[in-house]
């Protein structure tokens, strides 16, 4: 039997295996059977990719050949997601990969790193990643609520474009902020770069977030500046993460951790002055607490362990705790958190996507179930 005598179904279920967007371009010129069964199956892809992701509803491209620029926009009618870095100047052309963006009705995000003025994409999207915000930048953001960038400085001046904020992503450098508060923002994930060893900024920029609900901070610096006036009562995801080179002291830690009383799950990575002592303090701070991540932190033995496992039997407590003696266990006894690097992660969930990860190996977005 040749191939084009099976019927079309099983063809569709052959097709539905192919993610290379070469490969579905070279299919769909095949015949007017096969163009039209590419055309059925990529009606059902949402993301363009760069890198393969080998999930039926998406699709990526890799390579530098030049593309029929009529192929995509015939091809792809539902894109949710789209990825367009320089390469896609070689593949369409600038003109024609314009126009297959804005032509996208339904597209809700870009990770995007070309120099093409950014408002030609922007109307309506809600979910946006770009390095920077180039000296021209004009942008109606009111749509936006997860972002995700490089530039700290450029994001203080224009704050004011993003007003329904849900997620932010980005690095930033040692400066106060004194922007608009961002009343919306409910994840905030961000990586402190200083030279100024003395002062990381980086918490008293969460001051002007107050419905703060998660928060994933690296930090290079052992100086924290606190506020200790403000309290965050809706915070209840922190993860620290502490770079090899350096560490917080317990003094500036306990004063921080002060301001956030129902903390349920927390995160202190690879903090090198972490004390079996200061667990012990650690956990009549925050009362709420159900589960402490202390991996990587070498003075934190299995006394604390112990101590904790009491106290939590004393006090009708159930807070799992984790340090290296046990540190593999927070798999098992999390199965839902997921410590996969991806760039895009289905399901608005920070404990699943974004708890056990690094600062680089954040999504660039998450993606709500009901998209």
């Known amino acids: 039997m040749f191939i084009n005598e099976l019927p079309d179904d099983c063809l569709l279920a052959i097709f539905g295996y192919i993610n290379s967007l070469y490969d579905l371009i070279n299919c769909y010129k095949v015949c007017n059977k096969w163009s039209y069964l590419i055309a059925e199956r990529t009606k059902k892809v949402k993301y363009l990719m760069e890198e393969p992701d080998y999930s039926s509803g998406s699709v990526y491209?890799?390579?530098?050949?030049?593309?029929?620029?009529?192929c995509p926009s015939e091809l792809f009618t539902n894109l949710m997601i789209v990825e367009l870095n320089i390469r896609w100047e070689t593949y369409l052309g600038s003109e024609e990969f314009v126009a297959f963006?804005?032509?996208?009705?339904?597209?809700?995000?870009?990770?995007?790193?070309?120099?093409?003025?950014?408002?030609?994409?922007?109307?309506?999207?809600?979910?946006?990643s770009f390095n920077y915000i180039w000296p021209d930048f004009r942008l109606n953001g009111s749509s936006i609520k997860q972002l995700h960038t490089w530039n700290y400085q450029d994001f203080k001046k224009y704050t004011y474009y993003?007003?329904?904020?849900e997620r932010l992503n980005i690095i930033v450098t040692d400066s106060y902020y004194d922007g608009p508060a961002l009343k919306k923002l409910?994840?905030?994930?961000?990586?402190f770069?200083?030279?100024?060893?003395?002062?990381?900024?980086?918490f008293q920029f969460m001051d002007s977030c107050p419905n703060l609900q998660s928060a994933h901070m690296t930090v290079n610096t052992n100086g924290l500046f606190v506020d200790e006036k403000l309290k965050h009562k809706c915070l209840q995801d922190l993860v620290i993460r502490f770079l090899d080179f350096d560490s917080t002291n317990w003094n500036n830690l306990r004063r921080l951790l002060r301001k956030y009383p129902n903390l349920k799950h927390l995160s202190l990575r690879t903090n090198r002055d972490m004390k079996?002592?200061?667990?012990?303090?650690?956990?009549?701070?925050?009362?709420?607490?159900?589960?402490?991540?202390?991996?990587?932190?070498?003075?934190?033995?299995q006394r604390a362990a112990d101590y904790v496992k009491d106290h939590c039997a004393r006090n009708g407590r159930s807070t799992k705790f984790y340090f290296n003696g046990n540190q593999n266990a927070i798999e098992s006894d999390w199965p839902h958190l997921s410590s996969k690097k991806e760039k895009i992660s289905r399901g608005y969930d920070f404990m699943k996507h974004c708890f056990l990860k690094k600062y680089q190996e954040l999504p660039c977005f998450l993606i709500p179930d009901d998209y």
């Open 276 to 301: 079996d002592e200061h667990i012990e303090e650690l956990v009549h701070i925050l009362p709420k607490l159900v589960l402490l991540d202390v991996s990587g932190c070498d003075g934190v033995t």
């Open 162 to 165: 993003f007003p329904n904020l």
């Open 61 to 70: 491209y890799q390579g530098y050949g030049r593309i029929d620029a009529t």
């Open 193 to 202: 770069y200083s030279n100024r060893p003395d002062n990381c900024y980086g």
């Open 101 to 128: 963006v804005r032509n996208q009705a339904s597209l809700k995000g870009l990770i995007y790193s070309i120099d093409e003025p950014i408002e030609k994409y922007c109307d309506q999207l809600e979910m946006l």
């Open 186 to 191: 409910k994840i905030l994930e961000m990586c």
